[in-house]
């Protein structure tokens, strides 16, 4: 791809030149940014620029904890190893071939890459030169898959994420689920040092909650299954059946989250409107283990908020219970609850700050422009809308996604934005089937400028919109992938050397495809950071929609506070859109940012009342409005 933007750190101010013309825009209020009293969200999210990383693949610093075949969920053949951190991501290893012939199967699932917290500590340099300073990490403690939605622990970082895996198993081999009894270990104490070294940088961390169900390993319901009714951990969880001694098949059953065995769920009280006792108050020793290690009152040591997994799978009693207890330790701690659909009920309920966007953000922007199928007015529409359903400090704290480790990533979702009929219109086919595992004709290719070009309009929408911005590790270097697992590829880092792609999952021909660092996406992410850290009016301002335009598929708004005025503008269409700006004498319109970098192909021109702004198709563009003196 042509280098449209200049390399970092010299040049790539570039996004911000422009051209200035006299021009004001119809004013109009902003929309309230206070709320009620018994809605505190955090001050400090609006500010946020979040990064999230799967820390199996983030980064492997530290080779010496790796990893071993006899601690994953599957018995593998003895030739497995570590897999190769810049290899091919399709060719599959010798172990892999002995476990059977499809990639999806036999194998891709067993792989371990050994990425480690010290990588996440060595690479915050990195994160802070982006702008970011929030993390949101996927689950950090003990477990046996790659993803650790799995626990065996909660009051644990995972032995292999820390620098003395032994070591650590023989510290906790005498622990209870009384907290007197735990210990911290190597894992832990690196993770303690994480939070350290994040804070100094101003960057918080906000970790994964995954508090309906647990993995087969977790030690109360290992408990369970040796010693049955007899277990001290008997209600924890919901025994369908038995095992009976005398007869050589397992009888044993239990509820399990959507019916994956894997995932025994804690068991609710009789009523179901709380977490049974048990789990409930281990819950909360952990709540309180993480969020003040030390014990002294004072949070500073702790992590920064929850993002909860399967929120609306958990009693909504449990969640105010839990509520509590977060705000006491920490009244400036974030909770975001995963949810796919329409939430604001749901959060009101159970006293979350915010839920992961996709309903209000994440479905209309793959409508309008990744898809090109949402009229323009009807993305008006709905991204009005979603944020009217909830209070107005809340819309400043929803986390605003487009991709993550349970999607394809947003450049592979443009790749393959052509695919209909929607199986699932209403969200435009937003996770739904978006893998080769599915479907034969999903395409693995990087993409090409055109769609470079789209992915940077989806950005520039992301960081000026009301809510704070989420960025899955590595889209900033350009990377792509079909959905999981091939959304959790290892980060490419600059100065690596990777294979390129040319393995098919399904034996297809195809070219091979370079892997690589790609700094032009990564100046431009710098640069949109850049811009709403620069103007509050992006993270705090009011917004207003202006009419959209069907046939030229042009949308924008503005934001606004009492220092400044910006208006955002989107041309999805084919053609040059002329975006007409009532403008009274003396007022300016000046150009800040384009989505391209390509300046000199705007034009503004003054005509009559009114500045006429020329946008180029597939082009974005933020201007900034000043008065007349």
Same mark, same amino acid.
């Given at each position: 791809? /042509?280098?449209?933007?200049?390399?970092?750190?010299?040049?790539?101010?570039?996004?911000?030149?422009?051209?200035?013309?006299?021009?004001?825009?119809?004013?109009?209020?902003?929309?309230?940014?206070?709320? *009620?009293?018994?809605?505190?969200?955090?001050?400090?999210?609006?500010? $946020?620029?979040?990064?999230?990383?799967?820390?199996?693949?983030?980064?492997?610093?530290?080779?010496?904890?790796? *990893?071993?075949?006899? #601690?994953?969920?599957?018995?593998?053949?003895?030739?497995?190893?570590?897999? *190769?951190?810049?290899?091919?991501?399709? $060719?599959?290893?010798?172990?892999?071939?002995?476990?059977?012939?499809?990639?999806?199967? =036999?194998?891709?699932? =067993?792989?371990?890459?050994?990425?480690?917290?010290?990588?996440?500590?060595?690479?915050?340099?990195?994160?802070?030169?982006?702008?970011?300073?929030?993390?949101?990490?996927?689950?950090?403690?003990?477990?046996?898959?790659?993803?650790?939605?799995?626990?065996?622990?909660?009051? =644990?970082?995972?032995? =292999?994420?820390?620098?003395?895996?032994?070591?650590?198993? &023989?510290?906790?081999?005498?622990?209870?689920? !009384?907290?007197?009894?735990?210990?911290?270990? %190597?894992?832990?104490?690196?993770?303690?040092?994480?939070?350290?070294?994040?804070?100094?940088?101003?960057?918080?961390?906000?970790?994964?909650? @995954?508090?309906?169900? #647990?993995?087969?390993?977790?030690?109360?319901?290992?408990? @369970?299954?040796?010693?049955?009714?007899?277990?001290?951990?008997?209600?924890?969880? #919901? @025994?369908?059946?038995?095992?009976?001694?005398?007869?050589?098949?397992?009888?044993?059953?239990?509820?399990?989250?959507?019916?994956?065995?894997?995932?025994?769920?804690?068991?609710?009280?009789?009523?179901?409107?709380?977490?049974?006792?048990?789990?409930?108050?281990?819950?909360?020793?952990?709540?309180?283990?993480?969020?003040?290690?030390?014990?002294?009152?004072?949070? $500073?040591?702790?992590?920064?908020?929850?993002?909860?997994?399967?929120?609306?799978?958990?009693? @909504?009693?449990?969640?105010?219970?839990?509520?509590?207890?977060?705000?006491?330790?920490?009244?400036?701690?974030?909770?975001?609850?995963?949810?796919?659909?329409?939430?604001?009920?749901?959060?009101? /309920? /159970?006293?979350?700050? &915010?839920?992961?966007?996709?309903?209000?953000?994440?479905?209309?922007?793959?409508?309008?422009?990744?898809?090109?199928?949402?009229?323009?007015?009807?993305?008006?529409?709905?991204?009005?809308?979603?944020?009217?359903?909830?209070?107005?400090?809340?819309?400043? &704290?929803?986390?605003?996604?487009?991709?993550?480790?349970?999607?394809?990533?947003?450049?592979?979702?443009?790749?393959?934005?052509?695919?209909?009929?929607?199986?699932?219109?209403?969200?435009?086919?937003?996770?739904?089937?978006?893998? +080769?595992?599915?479907?034969?004709?999903?395409?693995?290719?990087?993409?090409?400028?055109?769609?470079?070009?789209?992915?940077?309009?989806?950005?520039?929408?992301?960081?000026?919109?009301?809510?704070? *911005?989420?960025?899955?590790?590595?889209?900033?270097?350009?990377?792509?992938?079909?959905?999981?697992?091939?959304?959790?590829?290892?980060?490419?880092?600059?100065?690596?050397?990777? !294979?390129?792609?040319?393995?098919?999952?399904?034996?297809?021909?195809?070219?091979?495809?370079?892997?690589?660092?790609?700094?032009?996406?990564?100046?431009?992410?710098?640069?949109?950071?850049?811009?709403?850290?620069?103007?509050?009016?992006?993270?705090?301002?009011?917004?207003?929609?202006?009419?959209?335009?069907?046939?030229?598929?042009?949308? %924008?708004?503005?934001?606004?506070?009492?220092?400044?005025?910006?208006?955002?503008?989107?041309?999805?269409?084919?053609? +040059?859109? $002329?975006?007409?700006?009532?403008?009274?004498?003396?007022?300016?319109?000046?150009?800040?940012?384009?989505?391209?970098?390509?300046?000199?192909?705007?034009?503004?021109?003054?005509?009559?009342?009114?500045?006429?702004?020329?946008?180029?198709?597939?082009?974005?563009?933020?201007?900034?409005? %000043?008065?007349?003196?």
């Amino acid at each position: 791809m /042509a280098a449209r933007f200049a390399t970092p750190p010299s040049n790539w101010r570039r996004f911000w030149m422009g051209l200035t013309w006299s021009g004001l825009v119809f004013a109009t209020a902003p929309c309230r940014a206070d709320a *009620p009293p018994e809605l505190q969200v955090p001050e400090w999210v609006s500010d $946020a620029i979040f990064y999230q990383i799967f820390p199996e693949r983030f980064d492997n610093a530290d080779p010496s904890n790796d *990893p071993t075949c006899d #601690t994953l969920e599957a018995d593998v053949p003895e030739s497995w190893r570590i897999s *190769p951190w810049t290899g091919d991501w399709y $060719a599959r290893d010798t172990w892999e071939r002995e476990l059977g012939p499809d990639f999806f199967e =036999h194998g891709v699932f =067993h792989r371990r890459y050994g990425g480690d917290l010290q990588g996440v500590i060595d690479r915050l340099d990195y994160l802070q030169d982006l702008g970011i300073n929030a993390i949101y990490l996927n689950p950090v403690f003990e477990a046996r898959s790659l993803h650790k939605y799995d626990g065996n622990s909660f009051h =644990h970082v995972d032995r =292999h994420f820390g620098p003395d895996p032994q070591g650590d198993v &023989a510290l906790v081999a005498t622990e209870t689920a !009384d907290p007197k009894t735990w210990k911290w270990t %190597a894992a832990d104490r690196l993770f303690l040092e994480l939070l350290e070294q994040a804070h100094a940088r101003g960057i918080r961390v906000v970790i994964d909650g @995954v508090f309906n169900h #647990t993995g087969r390993d977790f030690f109360a319901f290992q408990d @369970v299954r040796r010693r049955g009714r007899a277990s001290p951990y008997a209600g924890w969880y #919901t @025994v369908l059946a038995e095992d009976d001694p005398d007869t050589p098949e397992n009888e044993f059953k239990y509820q399990c989250w959507w019916g994956i065995d894997t995932l025994p769920e804690f068991a609710d009280t009789p009523d179901g409107k709380d977490l049974g006792p048990g789990p409930k108050d281990y819950i909360l020793a952990i709540t309180r283990r993480w969020m003040d290690p030390n014990g002294d009152g004072d949070p $500073a040591d702790g992590i920064d908020g929850w993002r909860l997994d399967v929120a609306r799978e958990v009693p @909504v009693g449990f969640w105010r219970d839990w509520h509590r207890l977060v705000h006491d330790l920490n009244p400036a701690a974030y909770t975001v609850a995963e949810e796919w659909d329409e939430a604001s009920g749901f959060l009101n /309920a /159970a006293a979350f700050d &915010a839920t992961m966007n996709y309903f209000g953000f994440s479905f209309p922007v793959k409508g309008f422009l990744i898809d090109d199928t949402l009229p323009a007015t009807r993305a008006v529409a709905e991204f009005r809308d979603r944020l009217d359903h909830h209070l107005p400090t809340r819309r400043y &704290a929803m986390l605003n996604l487009i991709d993550g480790h349970d999607t394809d990533r947003v450049a592979s979702m443009i790749v393959n934005a052509a695919r209909r009929p929607y199986e699932q219109p209403d969200r435009f086919d937003f996770d739904i089937a978006v893998s +080769p595992r599915q479907h034969a004709d999903y395409d693995l290719r990087g993409p090409d400028d055109r769609e470079r070009r789209i992915q940077r309009m989806v950005a520039l929408f992301q960081f000026t919109y009301v809510g704070a *911005p989420m960025m899955y590790y590595g889209t900033e270097a350009g990377m792509w992938g079909a959905d999981d697992p091939c959304d959790r590829m290892p980060m490419v880092w600059p100065g690596m050397q990777f !294979d390129p792609q040319q393995a098919d999952p399904r034996d297809r021909d195809r070219e091979p495809c370079p892997v690589g660092f790609d700094q032009t996406t990564f100046a431009f992410y710098r640069a949109a950071i850049e811009l709403r850290k620069k103007y509050p009016c992006l993270r705090h301002g009011g917004i207003e929609f202006f009419p959209a335009d069907d046939e030229a598929r042009f949308l %924008a708004f503005e934001r606004r506070d009492t220092q400044d005025r910006l208006l955002v503008g989107f041309n999805r269409g084919a053609e +040059p859109y $002329a975006w007409r700006i009532p403008s009274p004498a003396g007022s300016s319109v000046a150009q800040i940012f384009t989505a391209s970098g390509e300046v000199q192909k705007f034009a503004l021109a003054a005509e009559g009342e009114s500045t006429v702004v020329t946008v180029p198709p597939l082009e974005a563009v933020v201007l900034r409005v %000043a008065p007349a003196n």
